[in-house]
């Protein structure tokens, strides 16, 4: 069993920066690849960022360059920093994480291939 919980969500203005958080709780002995996923109001949910068990990191095209996705295993505690975040930033952001998802390549990744989901956390960028 795993569980998430994400912590860190704010409302911010643009140009601001924000660490979002998740819990790790699972088998010690657990691979899991993570990610880092959001949903706009009326949109659908995207990717944002994932981690794989080898430290292999992606980025959706928007973030790339200002989002940074990581990982401290002492802590068991996977962050995602946000800095020069925009409007279009906003969103409920979730973390995510599967055993099973590491077998796919890492760019191929969709949220359907994650079992274990956080609760969520708001994030508000103001213009």
């Known amino acids: 069993q795993v569980q998430l919980v994400e912590s860190g969500g704010s409302s911010v203005q643009e140009g601001g920066s924000l660490t979002l958080s998740c819990a790790v709780s699972?088998?010690?002995?657990?691979?899991?690849?993570m990610g880092w996923f959001r949903q706009a109001p009326g949109k659908e949910r995207e990717g944002v960022a994932s981690?794989?068990?080898?430290?292999?990191?992606r980025y959706e095209d928007s973030v790339k360059g200002r989002f940074t996705i990581s990982k401290d295993n002492a802590k068991n505690t996977l962050y995602l920093q946000m800095n020069n975040l925009k409007p279009e930033d906003t969103a409920v952001y979730y973390c995510?994480?599967?055993?099973?998802?590491?077998?796919?390549?890492?760019?191929?990744?969709?949220?359907?291939?994650?079992?274990?989901w956080g609760q969520g956390t708001q994030v508000t960028v103001s213009s």
């Open positions: 699972a088998h010690p002995r657990s691979r899991l690849c």
């Open positions: 995510a994480a599967d055993v099973a998802v590491c077998l796919v390549e890492q760019k191929y990744w969709v949220g359907a291939d994650f079992g274990y």
């Open positions: 981690l794989d068990t080898d430290g292999n990191t």
